[in-house]
């Protein structure tokens, strides 16, 4: 083996990927987009299936992924308007109370752009920005499909002695990701 075939395997980039570098955003939820402090790339698992033999049962792939949750961080601006808007999303696909609340929450943020095939507006794509260290974009991780399912709770809490401000974490479901250059290419 040549000194240059050594290094043609080797990392090109040598600047790690830093946990502060990202930007996001969901077309459904700007206000919350906005104050957006952590995000994840979700994981992935393939199925398996077994393969019996006589000697011993052989592991072979499946055929279905489970995607992990899409899982965002937001901070809760005083007037509550990001969690709202994430609460509202919520209950319009929900409706708890009334039928007519999915009715609302379909006329609602009509200035907003939407798929055409999502027909009930239920659903908003996103997209999470992975920026290089120099903070430009370096690659991006596009959703389809998300909606959220779990929305956290805001404690109050009087005895607390140092003010920190409240975060809210919100999960999604999604059809399937990918991750693509910052052309738009699926990598």
């Known amino acids: ?54 000697l011993r049962d ?32 919520i209950r319009g696909i929900g409706y708890p109370e009334s039928l007519q609340e999915i009715y609302d929450f379909q006329k609602s943020n009509s200035n907003l752009e939407y798929d055409e095939k999502s027909q009930l507006n239920l659903y908003s794509d ?15 991780v596009k959703f389809s499909d998300l909606f959220p399912y779990s929305l956290s709770t805001l404690q109050f809490d009087a005895t607390d002695s140092d003010i920190e401000y409240f975060t809210a974490d919100v999960s999604f479901k999604y059809t399937s990701y990918n991750i693509l250059d910052k052309n738009g290419k699926v990598l």
Do not use: C, H
């Open 58 to 89: 052989i592991p072979i792939p499946g055929d279905k992924i489970d995607f992990d949750d899409f899982t965002i961080r937001f901070l809760v601006d005083e007037d509550l308007e990001n969690y709202i808007e994430m609460q509202n999303w």
């Open 126 to 140: 996103g997209t999470l920005f992975i920026l290089t260290s120099n903070q430009n974009i370096n690659f991006q």
């Open 1 to 54: 083996m040549t000194i240059s075939n050594a290094f043609s395997n080797q990392i090109g980039n040598r600047n790690f990927l830093s946990p502060v570098g990202f930007k996001l955003k969901i077309n459904r939820s700007p206000k919350v987009t906005f104050f957006a402090n952590s995000a994840n790339i979700p994981g992935m698992t393939l199925g398996t299936t077994i393969q019996p033999n006589y």
